[in-house]
């Protein structure tokens, strides 16, 4: 088989700024452990997120200069409405700034004490927003999908009966909604079936609970659907995205991840009354509802993406990097989960790090030996970023300490992959150096953003 090859050329290019490693050793003690706290100057390739830093097309540039910048009524907002709608056909289409401040609006309507809100995965945004109504948010993923060795074609997938028996504790009454994040991101960006999203249907359905999608990676799902599941390799990415949102009563998106944009999201529903309640507090918090949070520019870059990220040459050589990176490290004997996400590689740092306890947070230890080691930036999606206290102030540990490598949509090429691949296989060799963390200062909801960390000392 040939390369695939990256389905673009380079227009326009980024210095990347170079580090030895005293510096690096330095800047991260000076960050207190905490990736979030580095300068973006000090890092070599950024891996921290897939979030807003995608490339722009050309085309998505001339829609910025497009873009018009009317109060009310502007011709991009009915440019993104459409683009919105020729995916998910939902009448009801609300731009907002990010993925958060969607759901910031829908739970501030729907949340509250005594509520339950199940899902696969929640998106720590998207739960951090639930538990600040009052609600409750819970998860149930399949069995599969909390092993991370073991490969499964759709580890992303509901586990139907936990949804049935949750729904039959706290009663379909107190279950607002049914989220489906697709892809799964805390949970390795794997994707979840078109069965699973039908058989999630169904017993929503038959309980009058909407069930509402996290759009943030439909393309790479849908994508996923056409390589994996039986009777989707003859369909277009566009009508496999369409069969997942018809069964879909409304959705939150970030624009920042399959939309190809550097801000932006939006909350498409079919519930008219809904929409009017959400839109009275999009005015208050956002904007005027042909804007959100959003300028006019804005509008037409995202409307231009969600074209664009349906491609499916681009979406061939986006899922082809992860899993270029993964079959190399799995080749090396890094224990990374599988198969390969849709955006990121994780690395099982439990299992990489045995010698670290889960309560002086291994994933977060890996993450500061990969920056020093080769100016990369990672994030932990463990304990650190999930973990609870009990009433001892014990840590309750997540169910996996994961690093997550988030790859860039267009900004990588191979070579950049392939020296990621290099600093992850010599940090792996010299593993049994890196010492365990323990927290000095932490806010009390995702405080892995503003976390300080010192090594711990026998
Ligand atoms: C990024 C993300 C969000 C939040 O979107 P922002 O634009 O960062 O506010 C919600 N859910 C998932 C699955 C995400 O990946």
């Not at 804007?291 to 409307?303: F, H, K, N, P, T």
Request: proline share 5%; charged share 25%.
């Amino acid at each position: 088989m040939q390369t695939i090859i990256e389905p673009f050329r380079i227009k326009s290019v980024e210095p990347i700024w170079f580090t030895t490693k005293e510096q690096r050793i330095s800047t991260l003690e000076k960050a207190f452990y905490n990736p979030f706290l580095i300068h973006a100057d000090d890092v070599l390739i950024d891996l921290l997120t897939d979030s807003g830093t995608s490339a722009m097309s050309s085309n998505q540039w001339a829609g910025v200069m497009k873009g018009d910048e009317s109060y009310a009524g502007s011709p991009s907002y009915y440019t993104f409405k459409k683009a919105v709608q020729d995916i998910t056909h939902m009448p009801e289409v609300i731009p907002t700034h990010q993925g958060r401040a969607a759901e910031k609006i829908l739970f501030s309507i729907l949340g509250g004490k005594g509520k339950y809100f199940v899902s696969n995965t929640l998106f720590d945004t998207t739960r951090a927003n639930i538990e600040f109504s009052g609600a409750e948010g819970i998860d149930l993923l399949c069995d599969e999908g909390k092993h991370p060795s073991i490969p499964a074609p759709f580890k992303g997938n509901m586990d139907i009966d936990a949804l049935k028996k949750v729904i039959a504790e706290k009663g379909a009454a107190n279950i607002p909604l049914c989220i489906l994040t697709i892809t799964n991101n805390s949970g390795g960006g794997q994707p979840v079936s078109m069965k699973n999203i039908r058989e999630v249907k169904q017993v929503c359905k038959e309980n009058n609970i909407p069930l509402f999608i996290d759009a943030c990676r439909f393309a790479e799902n849908s994508y996923f659907i056409k390589l994996r599941e039986e009777g989707y390799a003859i369909k277009s990415v566009r009508e496999i995205a369409n069969e997942i949102f018809s069964y879909a009563d409304g959705c939150t998106m970030s624009a920042k991840k399959d939309a190809f944009a550097n801000i932006g999201g939006f909350l498409a529903m079919n519930d008219k009354e809904l929409a009017t309640k959400c839109r009275n507090l999009l005015i208050i918090t956002e904007g005027f509802p042909t804007y959100g949070g959003l300028a006019g520019r804005d509008l037409e870059a995202i409307a231009i993406g969600l074209n664009e990220v349906m491609d499916e040459h681009y979406l061939q050589y986006r899922i082809r990097s992860i899993e270029y990176l993964t079959n190399k490290l799995v080749d090396a004997g890094v224990p990374v989960m599988q198969p390969a996400g849709g955006h990121a590689v994780y690395i099982d740092a439990k299992e990489f790090l045995p010698h670290i306890p889960v309560k002086q947070y291994p994933g977060q230890a890996l993450v500061g030996a990969l920056y020093t080691e080769g100016g990369i930036r990672s994030v932990e999606i463990g304990s650190l970023m999930f973990g609870k206290y009990d009433d001892n102030k014990k840590l309750i540990p997540a169910h996996m300490e994961l690093v997550r490598l988030a790859i860039p949509r267009r900004v990588y090429t191979q070579s950049h992959i392939d020296y990621v691949a290099e600093v992850i296989i010599e940090v792996f060799n010299n593993r049994y150096n890196i010492k365990g963390l323990s927290i000095i200062e932490e806010a009390s909801m995702l405080r892995h953003f503003t976390v300080k960390l010192k090594p711990v000392t026998e």
